[in-house]
């Protein structure tokens, strides 16, 4: 399956990923955990505008996971094209702020322990996606 960091991977005879992991329950549980970790790393954390309610924040990632990795485009439909560079220029993302990204969703995966293949799928998008959002040194 071809990775790119800003729209859904190309489509395979295959099943996809979304299904391949049985669907968004898999996505609530990778979100919810990624948040637990955010939440334990202050600076990463601090970024977060309402950081006393990350519920907004969780729904956002939920949508689009589930809609990247093949499932329904209801993040299209609510909130339009992805956009993730636009919709992350407001924030410092640099070099520091990514790695505590990549921290807590290496974290979040860990804790899941998905088929290897899955972990690398998503590893490898995770790490494309982190990188592209990167936006000072």
């Not at 329950?25 to 955990?33: N, Q």
């Not at 790393?41 to 809609?67: K, M, N």
């Not at 993730?84 to 804790?111: G, I, K, S, T, Y």
């Not at 322990?113 to 959002?133: G, K, L, R, V």
């Amino acid at each position: 399956m071809a990775v790119s960091p800003m729209g859904p991977p190309r489509r395979t005879p295959e099943p996809t990923l979304f299904e391949a992991v049985g669907g968004e329950p898999f996505f609530v549980d990778l979100v919810d955990r990624f948040y637990g970790h955010v939440a334990a790393i202050p600076e990463l954390i601090a970024i977060y505008p309402d950081r006393e309610d990350l519920s907004g924040a969780r729904d956002r990632l939920r949508l689009f996971l589930v809609q990247y990795w093949g499932g329904p485009a209801t993040y299209s439909e609510e909130r339009g094209h992805p956009r993730l560079r636009m919709r992350h220029a407001p924030f410092v993302v640099d070099v520091a702020q990514r790695d505590n990204w990549l921290a807590a969703m290496r974290a979040a995966l860990d804790d899941m322990a998905p088929d290897p293949a899955i972990d690398t799928a998503m590893w490898d998008y995770f790490t494309a996606a982190a990188e592209a959002m990167r936006n000072h040194h």
